[in-house]
């Protein structure tokens, strides 16, 4: 079997297909939180603690010299970047856990057993009618 007619038989297969659109649809998801954090969480956060942009917060390692930039550390992204994750990572706890809800309720419920063939039953007559024999 050659490579590309093993690659086209996992690129096929199911799983992958399933994970390529998880993986599309977390970073539009990651995307849409990112926005709505930096656009409408933080802000009000800054408001409460003074006025603070947190994009701004940074620490100055050294000062712009000439031409070359400040050396900053931005610890307001990172806390920006860390309430994302917070987020992003609360909401995939709920969806993972609604789905193991959905998949208990589904195994808890006992199937019919299904009804027996022709043939079982025609045995179950003949075995029944060899012991009234008996």
């Known amino acids: ?5 093993e690659f086209k038989e996992f690129a096929v297969k199911g799983n992958v297909v399933d994970m390529a659109v998880g993986i ?12 709505f954090v930096g656009g409408v969480v933080m802000p009000p956060i800054g408001v409460l603690i003074g006025g ?5 917060l940074g620490y100055v390692i050294q000062e712009a010299v000439g031409e070359a930039p400040a050396v900053i550390i931005n ?9 994302d994750f917070t987020i992003i990572a609360f909401a995939i706890f709920i969806a993972v856990k609604a ?3 959905v998949k208990k309720k589904e195994e808890a ?11 079982e039953l025609l045995l179950t007559e003949i075995r029944d009618l060899l012991k009234q024999q008996k």
């Open 109 to 119: 419920a006992p199937s019919a057993p299904p009804e027996p063939s022709k043939e």
């Open 1 to 5: 079997m050659g490579m590309m007619s």
């Open 52 to 56: 603070v942009n947190f994009a701004d």
């Open 24 to 35: 599309i649809i977390g970073a539009a998801f990651g995307k849409i939180v990112s926005s």
């Open 99 to 101: 789905i193991n809800s």
């Open 75 to 83: 610890y307001g992204s990172f806390i920006q970047a860390l309430i």
